[in-house]
């Protein structure tokens, strides 16, 4: 997996890797291993915690790895010009959600 993504001017580069790999190891599980499973009498979610549905894990990350920040400075009036790293992240996972949708349509 290759990731850039734009922090502004990163306050703690090493920091803001580590949530931006997570976050998108999150979202790849979220996108492509979570099954939601409903109770058939209740119509209950039974697959509502991290308990109950497989999360990833390190073997689920992807063999080579690249994260690289885009390090333009925020043009907003930001704490240092930075920009948020904790939650978008998590969005990068439809990377591969849709490379694989993608990989099935040119199989026919």
Not at 47 to 58: D, E, Q, R, V
Request: with cysteine.
């Amino acid at each position: 997996a290759d990731l850039l993504h734009d922090v502004g001017s990163s306050l703690n580069p090493a920091l803001d890797i580590g949530q931006i790999e997570g976050g998108f190891i999150q979202g790849l599980g979220w996108l492509t291993m979570e099954e939601l499973v409903w109770h058939p009498v209740t119509g209950l979610l039974t697959t509502h915690a991290p308990s109950t549905y497989k999360i990833p894990t390190a073997n689920d990350c992807p063999p080579e790895f690249h994260t690289e920040l885009f390090g333009v400075a925020n043009a907003s009036e930001t704490i240092h010009r930075s920009k948020a790293v904790g939650e978008p992240p998590l969005l990068l996972g439809f990377a591969a959600l849709l490379a694989i949708k993608d990989a099935c349509a040119a199989c026919g």
